[in-house]
């Protein structure tokens, strides 16, 4: 089975205006299987500086300006610069795209900047040879397991225990306090006693907010009530490879892969293009190379693109811009429905703040390429790809073929701040008035920004590990 695509599951309802605007038309799901979106996700991992952060309360803010909050979330995804893979694939022609952007940056008018991808692909250990290696969740996670196993064997740790095809529905806390001690679950009632045990919400920002609208009446006052995500944009072009400054084709397969961010001048809402960059002298032999060490698998060069390209180099270009979180319109409501895993509408609609930096996004993702290519001197060089007739034309594709369907990192469902201001989540991660139970993800984010949002989520999560681990040292003493 290939996951993605036919493999999603979506616990949800969609609504009819979303499902009727023919930009969106749908939300991304979840991916029901061990491991999740990390086993085919697409590796970018910017790492977003405070003024990007908009609304993020303070404590949020303060949280990630510490080094360590950064390090920590690299480490654990083993996050590298473009620039520092050097694996023979990513190399010379890098160079040439990094040097062209840094120069070239401050002429895409609503660009901020510009740097090499960094990338979650980096080495898994210090001995491993591996340059390119997309960081996904089973295998560190098993290894932790079998760490676990061995250590509580000796008596010096205990066995972490996972549990498989096993659907948690609602939770339930005490009559007399806000401790949760009941877990349902399809396979059957989780129950304890005590003060210790706590829950940690991290199956996405739409099923956390599922929960916690089913287990407590207390959280229907905002959970669901702010949504956010992503809007889609993908371009792909081509110039010759005599456009490439101080750049010489070479005889073997040369990829770069390039960030460039940006806002639109008056909303602010945020935007960023990802450019992988792909030189294929040997189309039919190189595609699998250029596949796998593609960084966005929804966004990587087609052999009908590469072939006959081979003097050329190939830009795909995946753009992605942030909804607005003002729009009221966008939520997550529960329904009627009695299965508590999936009794919930959603609802995407696009504002006329949307729309507005959806046009900023294009025209930036444009004007980075005709850079890229050498500029407008040279625009004339460029071809571009158009799916309808799936060739390479010179003018733009209509605008209809680029905006791709297809909602991604939802967030802003139960976001961390007070309650008299939406917030849904205090500082230490927890639904107001709930003691025992904390979320994790882009739930927590009050706006979305444009930036791929992993980075941030493990960094948090991380945050919440520590903070948890230091109150129970603190208990202990």
């Not at 309360?57 to 480490?75: G, R, Y």
Request: net charge negative; glycine share 6%.
């Amino acid at each position: 089975m290939v996951l993605g695509g036919p493999s999603e599951t979506f616990p949800w309802t969609l609504s009819r205006k979303t499902f009727e605007t023919k930009e969106l038309k749908f939300c991304h799901g979840s991916c029901p299987f061990f491991g999740g979106r990390s086993t085919f996700w697409s590796a970018w991992s910017p790492q977003p500086s405070p003024d990007l952060m908009r609304d993020f309360p303070e404590t949020m803010i303060e949280t990630a300006k510490q080094d360590k909050f950064w390090n920590d979330a690299k480490s654990l995804l083993n996050v590298t610069s473009a620039a520092e893979i050097k694996d023979g694939v990513f190399g010379t022609l890098q160079t040439a795209i990094d040097a062209i952007l840094k120069t070239r940056v401050s002429k895409i008018p609503t660009a901020d900047y510009a740097e090499s991808a960094p990338l979650a692909v980096g080495r898994q250990s210090p001995t491993s040879r591996l340059r390119f290696n997309k960081f996904s969740v089973p295998g560190p996670l098993l290894a932790i397991l079998e760490r676990q196993r061995q250590l509580a064997k000796k008596d010096e740790g205990a066995p972490l225990e996972i549990m498989v095809d096993c659907v948690a529905k609602t939770m339930t806390k005490g009559d007399d306090d806000n401790f949760v001690r009941v877990l349902e679950t399809r396979k059957g009632t989780l129950s304890w006693t005590g003060n210790k045990t706590r829950i940690i919400l991290c199956s996405g920002a739409i099923p956390n907010a599922t929960m916690l609208l089913n287990s407590f009446e207390e959280c229907r006052e905002t959970v669901g009530k702010r949504l956010t995500g992503h809007f889609v944009t993908h371009i792909s072009a081509r110039c010759p490879v005599t456009n490439i400054k101080q750049w010489e084709k070479e005889d073997t397969l040369n990829m770069a892969a390039a960030y460039v961010a940006g806002k639109h001048p008056q909303n602010g809402l945020q935007y960023h293009v990802s450019v992988t960059a792909v030189n294929s002298p040997h189309p039919v032999h190189d595609v699998e190379d250029a596949a796998r060490e593609c960084p966005d698998y929804a966004a990587a060069a087609t052999l009908d693109q590469l072939t006959d390209s081979e003097d050329y180099v190939v830009f795909v270009c995946s753009a992605l811009g942030e909804f607005s979180e003002k729009n009221t319109d966008n939520h997550v409501k529960l329904n009627k429905g009695t299965d508590p895993t999936c009794n919930v509408n959603l609802q995407y609609t696009l504002s006329k703040d949307d729309y507005a930096c959806w046009d900023v996004m294009d025209t930036a993702t444009y004007d980075t390429v005709i850079q890229m290519a050498g500029g407008h001197e040279h625009e004339s060089d460029i071809d571009w790809w158009d799916e309808e007739s799936h060739a390479w034309i010179q003018t733009k594709p209509a605008v209809d073929t680029i905006r791709i369907p297809g909602i991604v990192h939802e967030s802003s469902t139960c976001f961390m701040g007070p309650k008299a201001s939406g917030g849904s989540v205090d500082e230490l991660y927890r639904p107001h008035g709930i003691e025992n139970v904390h979320v994790t993800g882009a739930a927590l984010f009050p706006t979305a920004g444009s930036w791929n949002p992993t980075m941030a989520m493990c960094g948090y999560a991380q945050d919440l590990a520590q903070k948890l681990h230091d109150i129970e040292c603190q208990e202990k003493k």
